[in-house]
């Protein structure tokens, strides 16, 4: 199989379909399956099960306590583009979310009508929460995890001056609710409308952390080391100036496409970190990694700005 598929999971379905109805305060009875992803060298199973039922269609998800409370308390009844959220349960210490089913394909395969409508769920969301000073934990964990993710560019000299000006800038950029995983498979398009599904590492951070991952990863060709998405330098300028028209307050378009700039980086060195730290990995291997040259051509702007 190709893609995200379900596997049906037959009679281990009823405990799932408990939990849920103590969720719903009602019984409910149907089907359960599991959601999984096998695309190129990307495979997986999750811990997300679709559960359908005469009444409807859900999404059973694990989680965790941060999950429920941006859900609940930034989220619920704001009328964006994100799954309702029906409550959540903690079953042996571990935290269940009960959530609507969208359907629709994800953004894998980034379009010209999907670069606007994900543009315009993300600025929407934004414009509510910019300069929100409503989750400061969040902000305190990403910026201590940014700046120990600083150490494995020691020997890079390059770009560990460009990451120097990313961190710099953290501490003034504008910040706003951000879902903290924006990656095109975390997108799904229904009737014209981009949701936002997944919202595990969601808080308050610098608005152009969103926009920066979710165009941080796609390329035109396949490439060895990296996702399985398409996203072409075209598409990618639409959609960031559909989300810059698109928010209220904001800083200028340079400064804007600078701080996307500066993020993008923080992108690339995240998964550059990952190959730093391989010792079955050659220095060769590593800078013509597409994340090292990706790292390369974002520090080279910051550098010469």
Known sequence: MSGVYLEDLGAKAQPLLEMAGRILGRRLEGRAERFCDN???YSRRYNVYKLSSPKGEYVLKKSDSREVWVYEKLLRGRGFAVPECFGHTTEEGEVWLLLEHISGPDLR?????????????????????????????????????????????RDLPELAKAYRAFLKRQESCPRTLNSGDLLQINCLLNKGKAYII???????????????????????????????????DELRRTFLRAHYEGLIKKPGWDEYLFDIT????????????NDLKDPQMSGEEIRSGLY???????????LER
Not at 130 to 153: N, T, V
Not at 292 to 302: K, L, N, S
């Open 39 to 41: 695309d190129g060298g």
């Open 109 to 153: 395969r980034f379009t010209r009508e999907a670069a606007p409508a994900i543009a315009g769920t993300l600025s929407k969301i934004q414009n509510v929460f910019w300069g929100s000073g409503a989750d400061p934990g969040r902000f305190l964990r990403y910026r201590e995890r940014i700046e120990k993710r600083a150490a494995c560019l």
């Open 198 to 232: 997944d919202w595990g590492f969601g808080g308050v951070m610098p608005y152009s952390l969103d926009p920066a991952r979710l165009i941080a990863h796609g390329t035109r060709e396949p490439e060895p080391d990296g996702f399985p998405f398409y996203m072409d």
């Open 262 to 273: 500066l993020s993008a980086l923080n992108e690339y060195v995240e998964f550059l970190e």
């Open 292 to 302: 090292c040259r990706r790292a390369r051509e974002a520090a080279r702007i910051i």
